[in-house]
C-alpha cells in the first residue's frame, strides 16, 4: 500500500462509515478493484483507521460526553452484543470479509429495505432509549458483521423499529461506533502482533495519514447526514445501495472479477 491507496481507503472510511451504505464493503471492493493486495497490514489499516472517524464523533458531539452514567451504562449494554457474537463468529466473518459477492448481495438486500423503512417506522418521535431498546440496537448492529449491511445503516433502523426518532437513533449509532471500533481495533491490532507482525516507519506513517483524512472527511459527513436524514429519510440511500450492489455484479461477472488477494 502507497500513500496514494491510503488517502484513497481513508476518504471511502470518512465517508460511508456514519452512513448506510457499508464503510467495510466500499472498502474491500475498492481494494479488490484498484488492486491494493490484502495482506494482513491492509487488513489492520483499515480497522485502524476507524480510530479518526472516532474521534470526529467525539469532536462533534463533546458536550454530549458529559451526560450521567445512565448514557454510558446504555452503550455499554448495546456493545455487549458485538462483543459475543464478535468472538463467536472471527473466523465466519473473515471469510465473509474476502467476498465481493457478499458486498453486492447485502447492499442491493439492504437497499430494498432501506425503501421501506421509512414507512415503516419513519413516524417515530421518542427520543427516550431505554436499556431494552439499547441492547435490541446492539442485536442489529451485529448484522454488520457481514459486510454490505452497514453498522450505522443496521443500527439506525434497529433504533427505529424501537420507535425512537430518525435524528435520535442516528446519534445513539454514532456513539455506539465509539466502543465497537475501538473493540475491534483492539482485537485486530492484538492478533496482529500475536502472529508475529511488527510495524515498519512507513507502516505507522500510512496509519497517521488514513485515520488524519478519516476525521477530517468524516466530521463533514457526520453533519451532512444528519440533516440530510432528519428532511429527506433514508430512500435516497436505499436506491444507491442497490444501484453499487448492481455495479459490483456486473463489474465483476463481465468486466474485471473482483478478487481479494
Sequence with gaps: MNTFQAIFLAIIEGITEFLPVSSTGHMIVASSFFGIAQDDFTKL???????????????????????????????????????VFGLLLSDFIDGLLENPITVAVSLIVGGILLLKVDDWFGAAE?????????????????????????????????????????????????????????????????????????????????????????????????????????KNGFRIFGYYRILAGIVILFVHFFVQKLTII
Design 126 to 230: 421518542s427520543t427516550e432509549i431505554s436499556y431494552r431498546t439499547a441492547f435490541k440496537i446492539g442485536l442489529f448492529q451485529c448484522l454488520a458483521m457481514i459486510p454490505g449491511v452497514s453498522r450505522s445503516g443496521a443500527s439506525i433502523v434497529g433504533g427505529m423499529t424501537q420507535k425512537i426518532s430518525r435524528t435520535t437513533a442516528a446519534e445513539f449509532s454514532f456513539f455506539l461506533a465509539i466502543p465497537t471500533m475501538l473493540g475491534a481495533t483492539l482485537k485486530k491490532s492484538y492478533d496482529y502482533y500475536k502472529a508475529g507482525f511488527v510495524l515498519s516507519d512507513d507502516q505507522i506513517n500510512l496509519l497517521l495519514i488514513g485515520n488524519i483524512v478519516g476525521f477530517i472527511v468524516a466530521l463533514i459527513a457526520i453533519k451532512s447526514f444528519i440533516g440530510f436524514l432528519t
Design 45 to 83: 489499516f483499515t480497522i485502524v483507521i476507524q480510530l479518526g472517524t472516532i474521534l470526529s464523533v467525539i469532536v462533534l458531539y463533546f458536550k454530549r460526553f458529559f451526560q450521567s452514567l445512565d448514557f454510558y451504562f446504555k452503550l455499554v449494554v448495546a456493545f455487549i452484543p458485538a462483543v
